[in-house]
């Protein structure tokens, strides 16, 4: 409920996604009605968050970082720096400095689910210009390195020392490569046949793990990939609503 900000922000980066900014395109009207938006709820101290309740409450600020960053990176557009600014620099204060994650409220200790969004958005941000700290890098990655198991590491938990899942491994494998980590091949291999072992389907609709699954074996490229990509067309397309 009124996660109208985190909303915006996907819908946002379908456009963006697709080629289009708010400078040109069939659709800069759009992204330009919907980047004032994001801008307009802007908190003083950077919260990107509107009014979502708490549980949504930093996943709509990271979502709506990422794309007012992801316009700033693609455009160039210098307007959109200070925009971007003030919410990386609330992203960071958010972070927990013993774990290097966020959770619901800036300051809880880390959770791999927020943190994809967090890696993607100041990543992002950092393309764009925006100042980031090295030592929140440094932070992310040892976050991340908390939440892998395996006998290879390629797995990961939402939270340290947890059952490692398919979604979590699969966010995990695309931060991996969004934080310039070296993916052994052995780790690759082991995240691959955990993200691989349910491909998408009808029966079981999970966006979440088919967004960060996507991604993931996208960066990591080959015969999964192909497979994937294959099967996530093939699903999508047949549960689209055609008017």
């Not at 210009?129 to 990961?156: H, W």
């Not at 793990?209 to 294959?230: D, K, M, S």
């Amino acid at each position: 409920a009124n996660a109208d900000t985190g909303i915006t922000a996907l819908a946002s980066l379908s456009f963006l996604g697709a080629g289009h900014t708010h400078l040109q395109g069939e659709y800069a009207p759009v992204l330009e009605k919907s980047i004032a938006f994001l801008i307009g709820q802007q908190k003083a101290n950077g919260d990107l968050s509107g009014e979502a309740k708490l549980f949504a409450r930093m996943y709509c600020h990271s979502m709506s970082l990422l794309a007012l960053s992801e316009a700033l990176a693609v455009t160039g557009d210098q307007r959109l720096l200070k925009a971007v600014q003030k919410p990386a620099d609330y992203s960071v204060s958010a972070q927990n400095k013993s774990d290097g994650g966020w959770h619901y409220q800036p300051g809880d200790s880390g959770d791999m689910s927020q943190f994809g969004w967090q890696v993607l958005a100041l990543h992002s941000a950092d393309l764009g210009g925006a100042r980031v700290p090295s030592r929140t890098f440094t932070q992310m990655k040892s976050f991340l390195k908390r939440c892998s198991s395996g006998i290879d590491g390629g797995l990961a938990s939402y939270r340290p020392g947890q059952r490692p899942s398919a979604t979590m491994t699969a966010e995990a494998l695309l931060c991996r490569y969004f934080l310039h980590q070296n993916v052994s091949n052995s780790a690759l291999i082991e995240a691959q046949r955990m993200v691989t072992r349910e491909m998408p389907n009808r029966k079981h609709v999970n966006m979440y793990y088919w967004y960060y699954g996507t991604l993931a074996l996208y960066h990591a490229g080959g015969e999964n990939w192909q497979a994937w990509n294959q099967s996530m067309k093939e699903t999508l397309l047949s549960m689209q609503h055609v008017t």
